[in-house]
């Protein structure tokens, strides 16, 4: 999962990404729609879900849906964001009701996964608790393997 304490700032105070971020997101994007319609695969753009849970809603939109499965697109897949971006894409599978996903780059890599019940569990576990700390305005402890490019990492200190 990805820096809690992260998570627990960005609850307050959405993180905006840079222009050229931004615009590098909608590249990836535009590349990724273009190469799963040359497949001819039937896809279309997730819609909004809400999944309800006793102390808190997980709200979330995946990039693309097909028949079978869930794609995210990302603008590289990197190794330090690789299992907050497969624990996401599991997420995106549960709201789904899809049993597989990919994780789809924007320079054409991939990585297929099938739904991992214990990758849900951790993720529910982690945001369970991330609901624990906003609800008694407690900073978590942060992790600083994400640190580099951290939106937040100026007033971020220990
Ligand atoms: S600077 Fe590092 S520890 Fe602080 S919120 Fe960002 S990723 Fe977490």
């Known amino acids: 999962m990805r820096c809690m304490r992260y998570s627990y700032f960005a609850y307050y105070t959405k993180p905006k990404l840079s222009k050229r971020l931004e615009e590098k997101g909608r590249l990836a994007e535009r590349r990724a729609e273009m190469a799963l319609k040359y497949t001819g695969k ?28 869930v794609i995210e697109v990302k603008t590289r897949l990197s190794s330090a964001f690789l299992v907050p971006n497969m624990a996401q894409l599991n997420l995106y599978m549960l709201m789904e009701g899809k049993d597989n996903g990919v994780l789809l780059s924007g320079d054409g890599k991939f990585l297929k996964l ?22 008694s305005f407690d900073i978590p402890e942060g992790d600083r393997t994400f640190c580099r490019n951290c939106h937040f990492r100026r007033f971020c200190v220990d």
């Open 114 to 135: 099938e739904r991992s019940e214990f990758l849900i569990r951790q993720s529910l576990k982690y945001f369970e608790t991330l609901a624990e700390h906003i609800t």
């Open 42 to 69: 039937k896809i279309w753009r997730g819609k909004t879900k809400e999944l309800y849970f006793k102390d808190f809603t997980l709200v979330g939109r995946a990039d693309f849906v097909s028949d079978n499965e």
